[in-house]
């Protein structure tokens, strides 16, 4: 399911509300708008079972995890905000089938989850499946799609991790709102500031024709880590929307996977459509 950010609906409510006092419930009915239906096994790649982990708060939530074969790492997954662990799983089913493993988290209030989304929240829920995935051993690397490429940074900079990936992610959770809105928005999701203390390998995935999250806000992610020095790239995928095909991701992977054992970033690592651009940089190695 494609990650919906729904501010043009926000905006309306804060127009029509005026100058009285805002809750903060309809706003973020607004960013997390979450599927009811709980989650199910039906149409995806065998091995996926389902898993409970508990948060710090007492929640136990129900996710999605498929192990990874001997020697492959495990992708702890966090999904868009209008999606779910389980389109997670389907979206790196090309991923899965290569041995990788997925931990597909779910946040609370999603999916028949207890409790109500929040930055705090998913915090929380970030940790306790984060919790999980390691105990599966082997390296770890977190995997945020939009919303969830805040929940991922946000995760880096309380916990350990062996790679960070952000695929459509933006600079700042209020960047994605109009200008009358972005005062309203309760949740920060500041990513730029996370990439500035940094300290795991990065890799930035970005569609040049994301309708979602600009492409420009990649950019000024990719900005962002050069002037950290972080260790990684980003790739640019010429004619991709929000969400790139799970081939695409698999190749990135695979990609990612060859940068960090030799540190080289060769023209020949990604398919054409994929522009490889390491931090610092501001032109592909493959044009």
Same mark, same amino acid.
């Given at each position: 399911?494609?990650?919906?950010?729904?501010?043009?609906?926000?905006?309306?409510?804060?127009?029509?509300?005026?100058?009285?006092?805002?809750?903060?419930?309809?706003?973020?009915?607004?960013?997390?708008?979450?599927?009811?239906?709980?989650?199910?096994?039906?149409?995806?790649?065998?091995?996926?079972?389902?898993?409970?982990?508990?948060?710090?708060?007492?929640?136990?939530?129900?996710?999605?995890?498929?192990?990874?074969?001997?020697?492959?790492?495990?992708?702890?997954?966090?999904?868009?905000?209008?999606?779910?662990?389980?389109?997670?799983?389907?979206?790196?089913?090309?991923?899965?089938?290569?041995?990788?493993?997925?931990?597909?988290?779910?946040?609370?209030? $999603?999916?028949?989850?207890? !409790? /109500?989304?929040?930055? @705090?929240?998913?915090? +929380?829920?970030?940790? *306790?499946? &984060?919790?999980? =995935?390691?105990?599966?051993?082997?390296?770890?690397?977190?995997?945020?799609?939009?919303?969830?490429?805040?929940?991922?940074?946000?995760?880096?900079?309380?916990?350990?991790?062996?790679?960070?990936?952000?695929?459509?992610?933006?600079?700042?959770?209020?960047?994605?709102?109009?200008?009358?809105?972005?005062?309203?928005?309760?949740?920060?999701?500041?990513?730029?500031?996370?990439?500035?203390?940094?300290?795991?390998? $990065?890799?930035?995935?970005? !569609? /040049?024709?994301?309708? @979602?999250?600009?492409? +420009?806000?990649?950019? *000024?992610? &990719?900005?962002? =880590?050069?002037?950290?020095?972080?260790?990684?790239?980003?790739?640019?995928?010429?004619?991709?929307?929000?969400?790139?095909?799970?081939?695409?991701?698999?190749?990135?992977?695979?990609?990612?996977?060859?940068?960090?054992?030799?540190?080289?970033?060769?023209?020949?690592?990604?398919?054409?459509?994929?522009?490889?651009?390491?931090?610092?940089?501001?032109?592909?190695?493959?044009?």
């Amino acid at each position: 399911m494609r990650c919906r950010f729904h501010f043009a609906a926000l905006c309306f409510v804060l127009l029509c509300i005026g100058a009285r006092p805002v809750a903060a419930g309809p706003i973020r009915d607004r960013i997390y708008p979450a599927p009811t239906a709980p989650l199910s096994l039906s149409g995806l790649p065998a091995g996926a079972t389902l898993i409970e982990v508990r948060t710090a708060d007492g929640l136990v939530l129900k996710g999605i995890a498929r192990p990874a074969r001997p020697g492959r790492p495990t992708l702890l997954v966090f999904h868009g905000n209008g999606s779910s662990a389980a389109d997670a799983m389907t979206w790196l089913h090309a991923v899965a089938e290569q041995g990788w493993g997925i931990v597909a988290a779910e946040y609370r209030g $999603y999916s028949a989850n207890p !409790g /109500t989304p929040s930055e @705090t929240g998913l915090a +929380a829920d970030a940790d *306790a499946f &984060h919790a999980f =995935a390691r105990a599966q051993g082997g390296p770890l690397w977190v995997v945020g799609h939009s919303l969830g490429g805040g929940v991922a940074l946000a995760l880096s900079r309380r916990q350990r991790l062996d790679a960070v990936i952000t695929v459509g992610t933006f600079t700042r959770l209020r960047a994605m709102a109009p200008k009358l809105a972005r005062s309203f928005v309760p949740d920060a999701y500041d990513n730029k500031a996370a990439i500035a203390v940094l300290d795991e390998p $990065y890799f930035l995935v970005h !569609g /040049t024709h994301d309708a @979602t999250v600009p492409v +420009a806000q990649g950019e *000024a992610l &990719h900005g962002a =880590a050069g002037a950290a020095k972080a260790r990684g790239a980003s790739f640019v995928v010429i004619g991709a929307d929000h969400k790139p095909a799970g081939a695409q991701m698999l190749a990135i992977l695979s990609a990612a996977t060859r940068i960090l054992a030799d540190g080289q970033y060769g023209a020949d690592l990604v398919p054409t459509e994929i522009k490889l651009v390491p931090f610092g940089q501001k032109q592909p190695v493959n044009p």
